[in-house]
């Protein structure tokens, strides 16, 4: 009897400890739904407030970013110069600034000084390992400027062609879809070719995104749609030139990027015409615009590292309003429509002992980092590795909130044709088209809640 | 001996509270944040939007009469009048945000560096100079740097008779330029109804910028630390460290450190209402004083140390980086320290005591 009750107290002991264990597995200690970045997250809701450093950095770490703040900053002139040479020949903009408007999503013009707008270009085909094959004379990317007495390879003309819609409420909205074509070519262009525009993408979290393991990432994926969800997110996997190995691609709207490292280093060779460690060779290389000067690489190793880690080191605003009531329905309102199935919530990053700052984060980037198709209404129809001309990586969604803020009057999508969240909504389609459909099929107000709840991001 | 030092530093402490009760603002009662408000609209950003667009139209009038009568005596009156045109420019750098951050009104006016290679191949070459063509230029071919480098020259030392018959067109029309730009930025501020001024006053009741009144004062107060830190860590530094007077952002005109010390008025001017002489009924300074007199005390104190450690910088910011750099430190540490007072305590002041 006695033995008897003391299996049972020994039972009930294991069943409450499992039960303690359990607990455990709702959120821990630290979770927060407002730190958006886990220890990265800062409170600013001013039009700087993708511009903050980490929070608690060493000041050895601090120093770098500094440095490669004023290096994001510095505006290249033509060579000779004393200070900043080696802009173009042919470029897209003058500076890391230029384009990503106080380290925000910029503004969808082309050739304009301020503009943030950039156009891929390639023929059909892929190259030696799997990637976009160049359009002869004019390589991946179309430089519309050039500094004096060269000639750009030619202007981005945007047109928009809008219609007004209606929800099933009566409550209209308008989309305006972009039509790009090319004039005053350089040279003669192959036909057949493609374009994919590209709006410079706002730089915070960067670092964050680069450290989700590759396990996590790859386990979202479902490109057979086996759980019937219709959904098939995949992975883009891509060549990387610094490592001079495939990887998956992370970073760019169609994931075509593997590391901060060759996304800082491409867009310095490919969007300013500053040569550099990762790619010595200029932009204008066999083309009539090439300098011929002897002065690669631009840029000193030390700064192009040091604007990778100002990259990786810009902390993510926090959310606001966690608690107000419509953001609840809201969010409630955003997983019912099973937009979590892409733009998910919580991740969180793997170990790192050489990089606290990026270890084991909790954080709410609402984004899976994987390509999906989106349907024939956003398609550039230009594949980028593995990734279709109907994919693009599902865009993580923290700080959306603040891109009014940020970069007035805001602009969404890959190439900016969105002038609101309503509007970046009801672009989706493809394997977003139910949740779009959930969206439009809401009454106003419960629309107007969920919009709410996505301006808190 | 210990206690001895003890009962020094307590005499020390109460005398230098006592001087700091001196110094006190009588503390008020109640300060209306929206009378705070408005007086930053009406005394400082209106006015000085205006004065940028009357100092360019100086400039301008003073560049058509040297292009009249190319004289050295007239070219010096230019160059009197591009350094007035600073003053209201650099000093409205104080508050970066609104329509000349918007709408890209500051890299159009004040790019920098100069693209000096490709400004001097337009003017060797057979191009037409139209104010059309200088519009089009990027604006690191033109803005104040670009009028400088015309009537400075290289080293501060162009005569009249140097500047060629291309040079002067190009000064006709990038000063024709930089003038129409900042009639375009003061009508943004000023002129109804879509008046950026309007959005401001209305902070918390129906302004699309600023939804709540704290968005507002927070977003002042960032930008007040943000200059410090262009400054501090930006243009001094990289002249300073590297120590190479050409990386300087006026080196042509030896105006560095007093576009330095403008950037810091700005500060100044918006923390107390005050411009050009005229001072508000009421301030941020005001508002703080009235809550808490010594954080106000610190941040006018710092404002002042920053200030007067850079009128140190003699005889300009070009030489001193060779041999006064501790004047350049010294002030580069002044504006860290009031950077870290407006970021850290006064935004928390804000974020505590500004409820809507």
């Known amino acids: ?457 | 001996m210990k206690n001895t030092l003890l009962g020094l530093s307590c005499i020390a402490a109460v005398a230098l509270s006592s001087c700091g009760k001196d110094k006190t603002p009588v503390q008020n009662t109640t300060v209306d944040e929206q009378e705070v408000i408005t007086q930053f609209v009406n005394v400082v950003g209106n006015p000085n939007y205006a004065d940028i667009q009357v100092k360019a139209t100086a400039l301008n009038t003073a560049i058509v009469a040297f292009l009249a009568t190319p004289t050295d005596a007239n070219l010096t009156a230019a160059r009197v009048a591009w350094k007035s045109a600073r003053q209201p420019w650099e000093q409205a750098e104080g508050y970066l945000f609104g329509p000349v951050e918007d709408n890209y009104y500051d890299p159009t006016m004040d790019s920098w560096p100069l693209n000096r290679t490709d400004v001097d191949a337009l003017i060797g070459s057979s191009d037409a100079i139209t104010l059309t063509s200088v519009d089009a230029l990027d604006g690191f071919s033109k803005g104040f740097h670009g009028i400088e480098y015309i009537i400075f020259g290289p080293g501060g030392t162009r005569k009249a008779a140097d500047i060629t018959a291309r040079q002067k067109d190009y000064l006709k029309y990038t000063s024709e330029s930089l003038l129409n730009t900042t009639t375009t930025l003061r009508d943004s501020w000023l002129v109804k109804p879509a008046d950026y001024a309007n959005e401001i006053i209305n902070a918390g009741k129906g302004s699309t910028a600023f939804k709540t009144r704290k968005d507002l004062f927070v977003t002042i107060a960032t930008q007040m630390a943000a200059i410090c830190e262009e400054v501090g860590t930006g243009k001094m530094a990289e002249p300073f460290t590297e120590r190479d007077s050409t990386k300087d952002e006026s080196s042509y005109s030896h105006n560095t450190t007093t576009d330095f010390i403008n950037n810091v008025q700005g500060v100044l001017n918006v923390y107390t209402a005050t411009y050009n002489g005229a001072k508000g009924t009421t301030s941020l300074s005001a508002l703080v004083a009235s809550k808490n007199a010594a954080l106000d005390t610190k941040i006018k104190t710092q404002i002042q140390t920053a200030l007067s450690a850079m009128a140190l910088i003699t005889p300009t910011f070009e030489k001193a980086i060779y041999d006064n750099r501790d004047k350049i430190s010294n002030s580069q540490t002044a504006l860290a320290t009031l950077q870290a007072t407006l970021e850290g305590d006064l935004i928390t002041f804000i974020q505590t005591n500004i409820k809507d």
């Open chain 1, 1 to 457: 009897m006695k033995k008897l009750s003391v299996i049972g107290a020994l039972v009930l002991l294991v069943l409450l400890l499992a039960k303690c264990q359990k607990a455990a597995q709702f959120p821990a200690d630290k979770y927060d739904e407002r730190l958006s970045g886990g220890d990265a997250t800062v409170f600013d809701i001013t039009s700087h407030s993708f511009g903050n450093m980490f929070p608690g950095l060493s000041g050895y770490d601090a120093e770098v970013h500094s440095l490669g703040d004023a290096a994001f900053s510095k505006i290249f002139v033509t060579a000779p110069a004393p200070i900043n040479p080696g802009l173009g020949t042919i470029f897209n903009n003058n500076s890391c600034i230029s384009c990503h408007h106080n380290d925000g999503i910029g503004l969808p013009t082309a050739g304009e000084s301020n503009s943030s707008l950039l156009v891929r270009i390639s023929i059909p085909g892929t190259d030696a390992h799997g990637g976009p094959l160049a359009a002869p004379g004019y390589g991946l990317q179309l430089q519309d400027k050039a500094v004096f007495g060269k000639t750009p390879e030619c202007k981005v003309n945007i047109a928009y062609n809008e219609v007004v819609y209606n929800f099933p409420d009566g409550e209209s909205y308008a989309l305006r879809a972009p039509t790009y074509t090319l004039s005053n070519l350089y040279t003669a262009l192959s036909a057949g070719y493609m374009l994919s525009p590209r709006l410079a993408p706002p730089m915070y979290g960067l670092g964050l995104l680069e450290a989700i393991p590759e396990s996590t990432i790859v386990a979202m994926a479902d490109p057979n749609d086996s759980n019937g969800d219709g959904i098939k997110g995949h992975a883009n996997y891509v060549w990387d030139v610094a490592t001079q190995s495939r990887k998956l691609g992370r970073f760019g709207w169609k994931a075509n990027t593997a590391s901060l490292l060759t996304q800082v280093a491409a867009a310095y060779n490919q969007d300013i015409g500053i040569t550099n460690k990762i790619f010595p060779v200029e932009n204008s290389f066999g083309q009539s615009q090439y300098d011929g000067l002897k002065d690669d690489p631009e840029l000193a190793d030390s700064t192009l590292n040091a604007v990778r880690f100002y990259a990786a080191t810009l902390a993510v605003p926090a959310r606001r309003d966690v608690t107000d009531a419509t953001n609840k329905r809201g969010e409630l309102l955003f997983k019912q429509g099973k937009c979590e199935s892409c733009h998910r919530q919580t991740l969180t990053t793997g170990i790192n002992v050489a990089f606290k700052s990026v270890s084991n984060q909790v954080i709410h980037p609402y984004t899976d980092m994987l390509v999906h198709d989106m349907g024939p209404g956003l398609a550039d129809n230009r594949p980028d590795f593995l990734a279709g001309g109907q994919e693009w990586r599902t865009a993580p969604l923290w700080g959306l909130g603040l891109f009014e803020k940020v970069n007035y009057p805001g602009y969404y999508l890959h190439d900016g044709r969105a002038r609101s969240i309503t509007e970046a909504i009801m672009w989706h389609g493809g394997e977003a088209e139910s949740s779009k459909v959930f969206f439009s099929t809401l009454s106003k107000v419960d629309r107007d809640a969920m919009l709410s709840f996505l301006k808190s991001l």
